[in-house]
């Protein structure tokens, strides 16, 4: 079965500083898709970014990008310029044919 | 998510009593999948649906059945609530969303049980 893990169960940085979430995961396929969500107080889960695995490129959307290590079943966020709207708890997703596998969640707090 | 519904957003209930949740999208997907979230666990996936009428377990299964008999609504049944399910629920389709062209999960808002 696919595993996914997230080692930092809490996380903090300072206001405009740069963070960076872990998530390894465990899979014997070739073939799948890796995603990040937040999920802020209002319990709304969110997409931060997504990563398909045939691509060596490494995701970005504004401040926030991976680094896809596929070799080592590795993926973690990076937080660029970071905001007080950043606090929230992330999770780090594997998809693999139909289902999706969460890890436990990283909750990040935003010091201004 | 605004084409993602679920109901009730929050429900109090006892021991033995049965519960259905409901989730309801908008958007056509095929795709839909029930998760529960706890601490320390983050989500897991209970059951999800391929199709109406098509539905497949998930980690966390026992306890609960699901149904699709249409394909904007898929149901989620506690047939007799326990303590161990109280939880947040979350309701989630997989598709593809024209602004970002991708293929991902995106979730309803969640619900709250509590099982007294």
């Known amino acids: 079965a696919q595993t996914v893990t997230q080692s930092q169960p809490e996380m903090s940085v300072q206001e405009a500083e740069t963070v960076t979430l872990s998530c390894t995961y465990d899979?014997?396929?070739?073939?799948?898709?890796l995603f990040w969500y937040k999920q802020p107080p209002s319990r709304q889960m969110i997409l931060v970014i997504r990563?398909?695995?045939?691509?060596?490129q490494n995701a970005t959307e504004n401040r926030f990008s991976v680094n896809f290590q596929k070799a080592a079943k590795s993926f973690s966020l990076k937080i660029s310029d970071s905001q007080l709207g950043d606090a929230a708890m992330y999770f780090c997703?594997?998809?693999?044919?139909?289902?999706?596998?969460f890890g436990t969640g990283t909750s990040l707090t935003v010091i201004p | 998510d605004a084409g993602i519904t679920q109901s009730p957003r929050h429900k109090v209930t006892e021991t033995g009593t049965p519960v259905t949740l409901r989730c309801h999208q908008t958007e056509n997907h095929r795709y839909m999948y029930w998760y529960r979230q706890d601490p320390g666990h983050g989500l897991r996936l209970i059951h999800y649906s391929y199709g109406v009428k098509d539905t497949d377990k998930g980690e966390v299964s026992d306890g609960y059945s699901v149904s699709r008999s249409k394909t904007e609504d898929f149901l989620l049944t506690l047939e007799s609530a326990t303590s161990s399910q109280t939880s947040v629920y979350f309701c989630a389709i997989r598709g593809t969303r024209t602004e970002t062209g991708t293929d991902t999960q995106y979730f309803g808002p969640g619900t709250r049980l509590t099982v007294l």
């Open positions: 990563q398909e695995a045939y691509k060596q």
């Open positions: 899979t014997s396929e070739s073939d799948y898709y």
């Open positions: 997703a594997y998809r693999g044919g139909n289902q999706f596998y």
